[in-house]
């Protein structure tokens, strides 16, 4: 069977521009549009490939900066790579960041419908779970109001369970089980091992090394946008943690 | 067979899908802008009046215009450029204004600017009953030519998203577009044949109001509503291949322009 995800050679570059770039067109009247250009170029991701099976669950792991984040932006179609090319085969589910997507000015289920739309349902399918998803992020009394009187874990959690309940081919998690307490987390980590029982695939970033120890089936190990390992989760998270402390013993 | 079955349903809900991110999108937008007035969608009916009544005050009464119909002609040129201005102004923050949604997986990022477009076409149709109501008042009949009025309306909606593209990725760069906007739509309004005729402008500009697609656009609104006549058929012809190719090229432009958003919004 063909994998979910497949990464080959991917490659995102990022511009680093002058300091004095002129941000409005009043400025780039007076400095001129020779500051326009960027300077230089550089590797936010660089070479990196591997892929993800149906039912398998692969964490990231890295330091800050090192290109986690990108990555899954890049796989939920956010972007493209400059090199190299991605391949999704099925429905998106994703939280990368914090507060979803969501706008602090609508409510908690206005943008809860929205969500479910942008991972690939209807308005009426989305209906049709609205109330499995509010029990699941345990926010039934604050639904109507709007987001920004939310908790960042209150809209962690709703973010959390539309993305889980909307049957995706693959779940993109970016650093989100860290706000949700001991027990959220628990219950979150519990439905992942549901909906990847029934073949969903899951890409987890996670600066918590049990977790990914724990819940993921492989791991890979980014630094500085280069994949600097790949395989088992327990392998990985060690040889990670080795190279960290190494790093930091200096 | 059941895997041509297969694939129509797929064809199916992926069409239900997309309309109802559409039109989620554009509720969204349209919720936004009146979250918190308490007049909500009233303000933005009672701005074309208001500016009627203005240019009618100026026009109709002090410098005495002689077109026939004045009011009605000159309401007819207010919403048609209205839609086209709110538009392309509001174009600025379709991808600026929409951050956690251009860094959000699952967004198509090419539909914001028709979410800012079809929103102002909400309100748009919202003001038609109003135009109607001023024909039928001064004794304008309406005739089978207003049935060209959806054809007009989906030109119209082509010929701004050519303006909206641009608009929107020149003001990921470049964050004050919209005062310099300002000043060009409002000199494109009064160059614009609104609240007077082409025929009365001096026969040296004459050549700018044949290039102006919003000249024929005005015009072909005109034509089916007022004159109950099909809009003339060379400046239609002209205007159609306008629109679509400012349209084709501002979305070639946008969507090069969009696989760096995420880095720059």
């Not at chain 1, 308005?123 to 039934?140: G, P, T």
């Amino acid at each position: 069977m063909d994998p979910i995800v497949t990464v080959s050679n991917v490659g995102k570059s990022y511009r680093r521009y002058h300091p004095d770039r002129p941000g409005t067109i009043q400025e780039a009247v007076a400095k001129g549009l020779r500051r326009m250009r960027h300077l230089e170029r550089f590797w936010g991701l660089r070479d990196i490939s591997f892929t993800v099976p149906a039912g398998r669950t692969v964490g990231i792991v890295g330091a800050n900066g090192s290109g986690k984040s990108t990555l899954l932006r890049l796989i939920g179609g956010v972007g493209r790579p400059d090199t190299g090319h991605i391949d999704v085969h099925g429905r998106i589910g994703a939280l990368l960041d914090l507060s979803a997507g969501f706008h602090p000015e609508l409510t908690g289920r206005e943008n809860a419908i929205l969500a479910g739309i942008l991972n690939g349902l209807t308005r009426k399918q989305v209906l049709e779970r609205m109330d499995e998803i509010v029990a699941f992020a345990e926010v039934e009394d604050a639904l109507d109001n709007p987001i920004r009187t939310f908790s960042s874990g209150m809209q962690m959690r709703l973010g959390f369970a539309v993305a889980v309940h909307t049957q995706p081919d693959i779940l993109l998690i970016d650093e989100a089980l860290s706000v949700g307490d001991i027990s959220f987390q628990k219950k979150c980590l519990d439905r992942m091992q549901q909906i990847k029982a029934s073949g969903c695939a899951i890409l987890l970033v996670s600066h918590e090394s049990s977790t990914v120890e724990d819940f993921c089936d492989d791991a890979i190990w980014l630094n500085a946008g280069r994949l600097i390992a790949q395989g088992s989760a327990t392998d990985i998270v060690r040889q990670y943690q080795a190279g960290m402390a190494g790093a930091s013993g200096h | 067979m059941p895997a041509l079955a297969a694939r129509r349903d797929t064809r199916i809900f992926e069409w239900a899908q997309t309309r109802d991110l559409l039109r989620e999108l554009i509720a969204r937008d349209i919720k936004l802008r009146y979250r918190g007035s308490m007049l909500g969608i009233l303000w933005t009916l009672l701005n074309p009046l208001a500016e009627l009544l203005v240019l009618y005050f100026v026009f109709g009464t002090v410098l005495q215009v002689t077109i026939p119909n004045f009011p009605a002609y000159l309401f007819t040129g207010l919403l048609v450029y209205g839609w086209f201005q709110t538009s392309v102004n509001f174009a600025t923050g379709a991808v600026v204004a929409n951050r956690e949604l251009v860094r959000r997986p699952g967004v198509p990022v090419l539909i914001l600017p028709i979410v800012t477009v079809a929103s102002n076409l909400v309100h748009f149709v919202l003001s038609l009953p109003i135009l109607i109501g001023l024909l039928l008042i001064s004794h304008v009949p309406l005739t089978s030519a207003a049935l060209l009025l959806p054809g007009l309306i989906a030109i119209e909606f082509v010929l701004i998203l050519g303006f909206a593209y641009p608009v929107a990725v020149v003001n990921v760069w470049f964050r004050d577009t919209q005062h310099v906007l300002r000043i060009a739509l409002q000199l494109l309004f009064y160059m614009t044949p609104i609240f007077y005729k082409t025929s009365t402008v001096p026969q040296n500009l004459q050549w700018w109001y044949r290039i102006n697609p919003l000249t024929h656009l005005v015009d072909a609104y005109r034509a089916v509503l007022m004159r109950g006549e099909l809009p003339e058929a060379g400046g239609l012809t002209y205007l159609i291949v306008v629109s679509i190719a400012l349209c084709l090229i501002g979305l070639a432009w946008y969507r090069r322009a969009s696989y760096r958003f995420a880095d720059e919004v």
